[in-house]
């Protein structure tokens, strides 16, 4: 991870947009500008040099790993920030890293910040197109939830709980190498299955139950996200049936996949499928979002977005279909965008599952 190539590019963006400065405040681009991974830290930079400002818990954390010209260790973090501006600049700050008490309460202590202007958008979305290593992180993400699931799938019978498939699959994927998990599973059966995010409960999985997991893992800080669905003992035509519309349109988002296409374009492919089959209501949220030192980041899939995709960028492609009191399905990959198109980074099959029917 060359983090002073990432400040390079950066301070062009800076000298486009006339700051003299840039405070980050986010535990994600405090990392991947700096190398630092404590749960408390922020980076101030200049035209000249990098500061990183932590407390005295991460001193040594700090000097191990951060790549950076001085690291201020202090108790309070406006203290730090005066010894750094001396004469008031230009300086952008993480705006959506922090609340307006926080905000308002640093500027009053730190008159010298009250002209400072929130970043650019492309000078806070800094983590969009991802590096070799980046790429080669996520992979080993996707490698140990892929591997978990393979696994744990066959505990898939009727009379386990939700929750205990979800702890299953989490205690797996921990075993094998992932320090956390990106987000609370969702394992959602029978008529929670029309929940989107519906969260593992004590809900007994039975016969015939459409079910519906999405998950997970981490790898050197770097997340993997995916969504599997099916039904449970015996198959179920309707599940299969609305699972096949999904692929269809997950077939139809790939296709217009290219550098620079807007997103909104990726999500109305899929959505369009989905409308001409009739479930078009029934698809409730925006075709995917970026994956990467964050579970959800730049860039998001929605009609609603004005973004565009670069080469680099790694995206999931997650169409659904929910119907309240029936239940639903959702069918999740993740794609990088390469100078030809795109690469799927996920293998598992995403043609409806039938759990604890030998076939799965």
């Known amino acids: 991870m060359n983090v002073r190539q990432r400040r390079d590019r950066l301070s062009a963006l800076l000298d486009r947009h006339n700051l003299a400065a840039a405070l ?81 309460d640093l500027t009053q202590k730190l008159p010298k910040l009250a002209d400072a202007v929130p970043l650019p958008t492309d000078a806070v979305e800094l983590r969009i197109a991802k590096d070799d290593d980046e790429l080669n992180a996520i992979t080993r993400a996707i490698q140990i939830a892929e591997e978990a699931w393979t696994s744990v799938q066959q505990a898939i019978v009727p009379g386990i709980t939700e929750r205990e498939l979800s702890l299953k699959l989490e205690w797996t994927i921990r075993s094998a190498g992932s320090r956390t998990v990106p987000f609370e599973f969702i394992v959602a059966s029978g008529a929670r299955s029309a929940m989107p995010h519906g969260v593992a409960s004590d809900r007994t999985i039975e016969e015939g139950d459409p079910l519906t997991v999405d998950f997970g893992a981490e790898a050197d800080g770097y997340f993997s996200d995916m969504t599997v669905a099916g039904s449970v003992g015996r198959r179920d035509p309707w599940i299969e049936e609305i699972v096949a519309i999904l692929e269809a349109a997950q077939e139809a988002a790939f296709a217009v996949l290219e550098p620079d296409v807007p997103c909104a374009d990726v999500d109305a492919a899929a959505r369009r499928v989905i409308e001409k089959a009739g479930y078009g209501e029934a698809f409730s949220h925006s075709l995917g979002h970026g994956v990467g030192l964050a579970i959800h980041e730049a860039p998001r899939l929605s009609r609603l977005s004005d973004q565009h995709l670069p080469v680099g960028a790694v995206v999931t492609i997650e169409p659904g279909i929910y119907v309240p009191g029936r239940g639903g399905a959702r069918i999740e990959d993740m794609v990088v965008v390469t100078s030809d198109g795109y690469r799927k980074l996920t293998s598992l099959p995403k043609s409806a599952y039938c759990w604890n029917q030998g076939d799965s």
Do not use: M
């Open 24 to 104: 980050y405040l986010s535990g994600e681009n405090v990392r991947y500008l700096s190398g630092f991974t404590g749960s408390n830290g922020q980076l101030f930079l200049d035209r000249d040099r990098t500061w990183l400002l932590t407390d005295g818990r991460y001193a040594a954390q700090a000097a191990e790993q951060a790549d950076v010209d001085e690291i201020l260790i202090y108790e309070r973090l406006d203290e730090a920030l005066r010894k750094l501006l001396h004469e008031p600049v230009r300086t952008g700050f993480e705006a959506a890293a922090v609340t307006v008490a926080q905000w308002r």
